[in-house]
């Protein structure tokens, strides 16, 4: 099996999975006021303190809440009510994920005036456009860190330079930068930053939201005040210390394994424009994560070499996971102004420290038969 969709989601760490089993039987309340419960209390600490070590932000900032949804959620509809008189103003991209993308339009249609700034054909957003249209009625800006699709990297300084003279909230999703790319929040001007467990090496259902000391932010959900009130419910505890654990292998181990997950990663990449016709990687004019590789095979439809490739057990995606399976064209691509042919045949490989040479060798072997074998099929 050659797995290549550590975008959407990757696998336990093995170090995070021994770790959770040998915590699998605590059950106690961290909310409880007995030993037991005082005891889940430390475990959920440790976990804050690794996820805020892993983030270069103090404890007492990080938020847990249920991934990456949910941490775009609450940056931005709980810092909406917290807007003064006359700062109805957002900016974000036109290249968010859905879980910004979507909260936006419903901001929208409660009177928000919203901004989504355009792209070039490199992936990166329109600096111009940022600058003519923030003002002082601007309340919130929320861009990503490293877009899911295509893994360019948003010029997170640039951007927080522009946003200097403002007084505006900055909201970053970081959901793909985690464990591939150093990064903290102190050495940027960050307000709110995402992260989602299960894009470095831990379970689904948990993330966290980096909330800066000061941050004017209120919760979006009502009951007993859990996370400094601002993510009520009891917390995901077994998830929430198997994010701590690999928070700090992402820190102090998987940064060091990204030189090889980028070798590997051009080296495939060489290799299809070298030996398949007609092949455009996306995004690679700009600087982009080690592990992503996104490339239109003009001529074959993407969803199609997909399943293909799931056939001979590789595994790979046809622009980003989504919840219903319905495949939209990429509107990543789409604001990225492709020719529509090179939307429609773009695929996502995206490499984890799991990944080996080996699999890279049996992958040069296998794409181009099929992408031949696609491209040759009757219509
Ligand atoms: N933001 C980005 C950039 C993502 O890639 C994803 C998931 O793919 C999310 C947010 C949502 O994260 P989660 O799956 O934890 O809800």
Known sequence: MIYLDNN?????????????????????????????????????????????YLLGGSPREIIFTSGGTESNNLAILGSLPCAPKGQNHIITTKVEHPSVLNTMRYCEKQGWDITYLPV????????????????????????????????????????????????????????????????????????????SAHKFHSLKGAGALYVKDGTRISSTVQGGKQERNLRSGTENFHNIIAMGQA??????SFLDKMDKIEQMRNHLQNFILHNIPQCVVNGIRAPRIANTLNVSFRGVLGDVLVRELSQHNVYVSHGAACSSG???????????????????????????????????????????KVVDKLRNMPE
């Open 120 to 195: 070039c054909k490199s992936g990166l957003p329109d600096l111009d456009y940022l600058t003519n249209s923030i003002s002082s009625r601007t309340f919130l800006v929320s861009v990503m860190y490293a877009n899911n699709e295509t893994g360019v990297i948003l010029p997170i300084d640039e951007i927080t330079r522009i946003l200097e003279k403002y007084n505006v909230i900055f909201h970053v999703d970081a959901t793909q930068m985690i464990g591939r790319q150093p990064l903290s929040v102190s050495d940027h001007s960050i307000d709110l930053l995402t992260i």
């Open 326 to 368: 319905a495949r939209e064209p990429s509107h990543v691509l789409k604001a990225m102004n492709l020719e529509w042919d090179f939307i429609t045949s773009a695929i996502r490989f995206s490499f984890s420290i799991y990944n080996t040479q080996q699999q890279i060798e049996d992958l040069k072997e296998l794409l181009p």
């Open 247 to 252: 928070s700090y292998l992402a820190k102090t």
């Open 8 to 52: 959407a989601s990757s696998p336990l760490a093995p170090q995070v999975k021994q770790f959770l089993l040998e915590h699998l039987d605590i059950y106690a309340n961290p909310s409880s006021f007995h030993t037991l419960g005082k005891n889940s209390r430390q475990l959920l600490d440790v976990a804050r303190e690794q996820v805020a």
